[in-house]
């Protein structure tokens, strides 16, 4: 993300840094979900899994929750600009997908690694756009329709951004990362 700061086209200097910065933040935010659906599950998951299994697991809980997002990422890094592209990875519908595979892998196949993995990858995928749409709102049912849903404040919906940076909920998605490190210390941490 650094390496896209200083094409900004829209904004200069401080703000660029800012909107960077606040973006990066944003984008770890929305690991912390991913993060403990794929720690808290670890208990369940079968002792004949393979350690590229487990891997698979872990980058597709961690990877679902800021897939939505690569769009943005593309714009800002290869195209000069901070904004989305395409309004399908924000809607609900298409999230709805990993939920029926889920679905069919746990009641229909009873395939239990599948599960587990479309079970990761729709937590991820939903949480992105519940944490969305408390924060900024975002159309859960585009195509459709183009309305944007949630419970987004005016102060963030009509300055995007550079509001949501002046915000009180930038304190609680730095309260989610901070409670995200402190469980990776624990669980890395050699006593
Ligand atoms: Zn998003």
Same mark, same amino acid.
């Given at each position: !993300?650094?390496?896209?700061?200083? @094409? ?46 487990? @891997? ?49 892998? @746990? ?8 599960? !587990? ?75």
């Amino acid at each position: !993300m650094e390496s896209g700061a200083g @094409k900004l086209a829209t904004t200069d200097g401080f703000l660029a840094d800012a909107v960077v910065q606040g973006s990066s933040l944003i984008f770890v935010a929305h690991l912390v979900p991913g993060y403990f659906a794929a720690s808290l599950s670890q208990p369940e998951w079968d002792s004949g899994w393979t350690p590229l299994q487990r @891997k698979v697991l872990w980058a597709a809980a961690l990877s679902s929750t800021v897939i939505p997002d690569a769009d943005v990422v593309y714009n800002v890094i290869f195209r000069g600009f901070f904004n989305h592209s395409t309004l399908y990875t924000h809607s609900l519908l298409i999230h709805l997908i990993p939920v029926l595979l889920w679905v069919l892998s @746990k009641f229909i196949f009873n395939w239990r690694y599948g599960a !587990m993995l479309f079970g990761l990858i729709a937590i991820g995928g939903l949480s992105h756009i519940a944490l969305d749409a408390i924060v900024h709102n975002t159309p859960l049912l585009y195509p459709l329709s183009d309305q944007m849903f949630g419970t987004g404040p005016r102060q963030i919906v009509e300055h995007g951004v550079v509001g949501y940076l002046t915000h009180p909920f930038m304190l609680l998605e730095i309260g989610m990362i901070a409670f995200m490190l402190r469980s990776l210390r624990n669980r890395f941490l050699v006593v």
